[in-house]
T-cell receptor, first 114, second 115 residues
């Protein structure tokens, strides 16, 4: 079965600092990987996704993620945090082992200090 | 293009009562998903529809939860009777064809509190 692990339930950064949110997946074959963002009292919105094309994926709002098969990781980064980036971030996986059922991680809350 | 609509946005009920949630997906999207998101956790898939047929409901507690998508468009999720542990946000999402690489589009969710 596929699974996703997000390290750190909370990440705190200063405005302008590097953002790094970690995601590791378990899969016997390269799956499809996603990062979604959830702002308070809203649904999830796609930031970016990996679908076996380029390993470095660029998304909205300056975020990017790199698929590393050897490390089974798909970490999310942004060079400079903005106050508006404060939200809950979810890593998700699908398509592993023929499964179409999407599996989400527990989420990482990003806190941005002025 | 209108997004995924859900109603109500908030609901407070007492345990053992029943409750229903409604979802209208993006027009033309064949696949509809219902998720349960408990506070501090990621969304957990309850049921996936492809048009008006069920693709997967393996994580749906069928003794108390039911869902339908009769005309392959909007959908209703029902809980009867509700338990305290059903307090959560219920998210509806849709995608064009249910392929694993597709983006899912989420509604704002219904926040349920069971007292």
């Amino acid at each position: 079965a596929q699974s996703v692990t997000q390290l750190g339930s909370h990440v705190s950064v200063s405005e302008g600092a590097l953002v790094l949110l970690r995601c590791n997946y378990s899969s016997s074959v390269p799956p499809y990987l996603f990062w979604y963002v959830q702002y308070p009292n809203q649904g999830l919105q796609l930031l970016l996704k990996y679908t076996s094309a380029a390993t470095l994926v660029k998304g909205i709002n300056g975020f990017e993620a790199e698929f590393k098969k050897s490390e089974t990781s798909f970490h999310l980064t942004k060079p400079s945090a903005h106050m508006s980036d404060a939200a809950e971030y979810f890593c998700a996986v699908s398509g592993s082992g023929g499964s179409y059922i999407p599996t989400f991680g527990r989420g990482t809350s990003l806190i941005v200090h002025p | 293009e209108a997004g995924v609509a859900q109603s109500p946005r908030y609901k407070i009920i007492e345990k053992r009562q029943s409750v229903a949630f409604w979802c209208n997906p993006i027009s033309g999207h064949a696949t509809l998903y219902w998720y349960q998101q408990i506070l501090g956790q990621g969304p957990k898939l309850l049921i996936q529809f492809q048009n008006n047929g069920v693709v997967d409901d393996s994580q749906l507690p069928k003794d108390r939860f039911s869902a339908e998508r009769l005309k392959g468009v909007d959908s209703t999720l029902k809980i009867q009777p509700a338990k305290l542990e059903d307090s959560a946000v219920y998210l509806c999402a849709s995608s064009p064809a249910g392929q694993p690489q597709e983006t899912q589009y989420f509604g704002p969710g219904t926040r349920l509190l069971v007292l």
